[in-house]
């Protein structure tokens, strides 16, 4: 396994156009997050899942960004509606998560993101 | 939304020369992790530091964590060209990681 990849790397689309994004996170790793880039600024977290379910949705994902995974697998990151807003560097990371005792070890392995420009 | 602020925003330094960088944070942690960022390219994660510990080592590599003061400084000795980078903390205390504003390294052959 060659670590977590994303497609596509880049997509230039027209406002008001749908977008999806796909990550295929590190096989044996029961978490997978989704985060926004923008330029000179740390990722902001957008939602993430364990397996299959979403377990946490970050206010900034509004009603036009829905998130999938399926099978507890791979993810897809859905924009509807695009807006020149919404161009940023969009980063997924997976996880093991591991917890011992009460600390959680939480270290997450990111691909190379897809940067999306809305025209 | 950003846990807090890094400083320096930007740092210039020739090789061999140690670079420091500090984050602040905002909320109580259970664990703080830096991240460093090659330019449009994902982050990869270098160190963690758990809330209990107060300096922790790796390689060419040095974390301090202050919880009184809620910070945390990153120092890199014998820097070399290949660091130059952008560098992030983040903080993790409940299951997703909140990341700091970063401070971009520059090193000089």
């Known amino acids: 396994d060659t670590g977590v990849s994303q497609d596509p790397r880049h997509k230039i689309t027209k406002r008001g156009q749908n977008v999806t994004f796909r990550c295929d996170p590190i096989s044996e790793h029961n978490r997978l997050y989704w985060y926004r880039q923008t330029l000179g600024q740390g990722p902001e977290f957008l939602t993430y899942?364990?397996?299959?379910?979403?377990?946490?949705k970050s206010r900034l994902l509004s009603d036009r960004f829905s998130a999938e995974r399926p099978k507890g697998s791979f993810s897809t990151l859905e924009i509807q509606r695009t807006e020149q807003g919404d161009s940023a560097m969009y980063l997924c990371?997976?996880?093991?998560?591991?917890?011992?005792?009460?600390?959680?070890?939480?270290?997450?392995?990111f691909g190379a993101g897809t940067r999306l420009s809305v025209l | 939304s950003q846990q807090g602020e890094e400083d320096p925003q930007a740092l210039s330094i020739q090789e061999g020369e140690n670079a420091t960088m500090n984050c602040s944070y905002k909320t109580s942690i259970n664990n703080l992790q830096w991240y460093r960022q090659n330019s449009g390219r994902g982050l990869v994660h270098l160190i963690l530091i758990r809330s209990n510990e107060r300096e922790k080592h790796s390689g060419r590599l040095r974390v301090t964590l202050d919880t009184s003061k809620k910070s945390s400084s990153l120092l890199i000795t014998a820097s070399r060209a290949a660091d130059t980078a952008s560098y992030f903390c983040a903080t993790d205390n409940t299951d997703k990681l909140i990341f700091g504003t970063g401070t971009r390294l520059q090193v000089f052959p």
């Open positions: 899942f364990q397996n299959e379910a979403q377990l946490e």
């Open positions: 990371a997976s996880s093991p998560w591991d917890r011992v005792g009460v600390l959680a070890k939480n270290i997450q392995y």
